[in-house]
């Protein structure tokens, strides 16, 4: 069965540092997202993809984020300047070409930590 | 402001039980809604979606009900098993928006 893959499973950086998460949604998808959830809390939206370009973003992706569709097969996620508080599980999911009321199917996260 | 929510945030039953996890939600433009499984270090997983047309749909062990008239979802899991523990997440979207909006979780617990 078709499944969203994420690397790496784990990242530690100091504060300050880029990071780069990486994602390879399901292959016919064309609906892209990333979410995160700090430890104990819910799951927040970050950001939608689409059409190679943001479709949606929340007031958490501010300016230190971003997001690239490199090539056919790979979504990724950039923190420029990682904060002690980006510290979360970064969860990347996609969804079929339909309509964005299509079903999401999540990756199994990034655990990032912030030092 | 309009949110998902739940009503209790840990469930426990003997294995065997049903099981009956509830969700409230108050933005009445939501039309379509998907039940997560969370497993710890795992992302989420679909178990059962259900759109605001319907208010019953049932899948393998599982059942969605949604009332409109009260803005409530449930999920009912049937003969639950220890596989079964985990964090159950209702999650929202509504009409203009692509992402899912999710409410904070409930942790099922299964006692052999």
């Known amino acids: 069965e078709p499944e969203v893959t994420q690397t790496p499973s784990h990242q530690v950086t100091q504060m300050g540092q880029e990071v780069i998460l990486r994602c390879v949604p399901i292959?016919?998808?064309?609906?892209f997202y990333w979410y995160r959830q700090i430890l104990g809390q819910k799951v927040e939206f970050l950001v939608s993809?689409?059409?190679?370009?943001?479709?949606?973003k929340s007031e958490i992706f501010d300016d230190q984020f971003s997001v690239e569709r490199p090539d056919g097969s790979n979504f990724t996620l950039k923190i420029r300047s990682t904060k002690l508080e980006d510290s979360a599980m970064y969860f990347c999911?996609?969804?079929?070409?339909?309509?964005?009321?299509?079903?999401?199917?999540f990756g199994p996260g990034t655990r990032l930590l912030v030092l | 402001g309009e949110s998902v929510g739940l009503h209790l945030p840990t469930l426990s039953v003997q294995e065997g039980d049903n099981s009956i996890i509830n969700c409230a939600y108050s933005n009445s433009a939501s039309d379509y809604f998907i039940w997560y499984k969370q497993e710890s270090g795992k992302g989420p997983q679909f178990i059962i979606d259900i759109r605001s047309n319907m208010d019953k749909r049932q899948g393998q062990r599982v059942t969605v009900l949604l009332n409109k008239t009260v803005k409530h979802l449930s999920l009912q899991i049937a003969a639950t098993q220890p596989g079964d523990s985990a964090v159950y997440f209702c999650?929202?979207?509504?009409?203009?928006?692509?992402?899912?909006?999710f409410g904070a979780g409930t942790r099922l617990t299964v006692k052999p």
């Open positions: 993809f689409y059409n190679n370009e943001i479709s949606e």
């Open positions: 292959s016919n998808h064309l609906y």
């Open positions: 999650a929202e979207n509504f009409p203009g928006r692509g992402d899912m909006r």
């Open positions: 999911a996609s969804s079929e070409a339909s309509g964005v009321r299509e079903t999401q199917y």
